[in-house]
């Protein structure tokens, strides 16, 4: 299985890379985005460790049941051969309905075929008003008109 664009990344390829990872976790399924990592794929995502699509499944299954109505946009921040490090934003609300923007940064490595093989996060949440949100657009993919973290000043 391979996923197109391979390293090295240039400016292009590493933004369109970033964009198909930010509309993989806008769609909240988690079987598909588990489908852009190597089966033995290595993260670090705040204090947790995951280890291989089966966990990546679970990590974001229960990932989405806690951080409801989740909004992400990534931005490309550098990018180099066979890795690429992003910036991100996702807003998000828990179940007792207070809202939060989470901020932080991601460092991926990339396979050959274009699967990413690390990936290392680093995450801060804020608590929101629902009147401060930014990413209002219904589930799923953000509209190509919508702007991104640096025009919204994030």
Do not use: C
Not at 29 to 54: C, M
Not at 130 to 136: E, M, T
């Amino acid at each position: 299985m391979s996923r197109p664009p391979f390293p090295p990344f240039d400016a292009a390829s590493a933004a369109t890379k970033a964009r198909m990872a930010e509309d993989a976790w806008n769609s909240q399924e988690p079987e598909k985005v588990a489908l852009a990592y190597t089966p033995q794929s290595i993260w670090r995502n705040r204090t947790d460790f995951v280890h291989g699509r089966a966990e990546i499944i679970a990590f974001l299954t229960r990932k989405w049941t806690e951080e409801l109505d989740y909004r992400l946009i990534k931005e490309v921040w550098a990018f180099k051969d066979n890795r690429i490090a992003v910036r991100f934003a996702y807003e998000w609300h828990n179940a007792a309905g207070q809202w939060f923007r989470s901020y932080g940064n991601e460092n991926w490595e990339f396979d050959t075929a274009g699967l990413m093989q690390n990936r290392h996060a680093s995450i801060n949440d804020l608590v929101i008003a629902s009147a401060d949100r930014l990413f209002l657009w219904p589930k799923g993919r953000r509209p190509d008109g919508h702007p991104g973290l640096s025009e919204l000043g994030l």
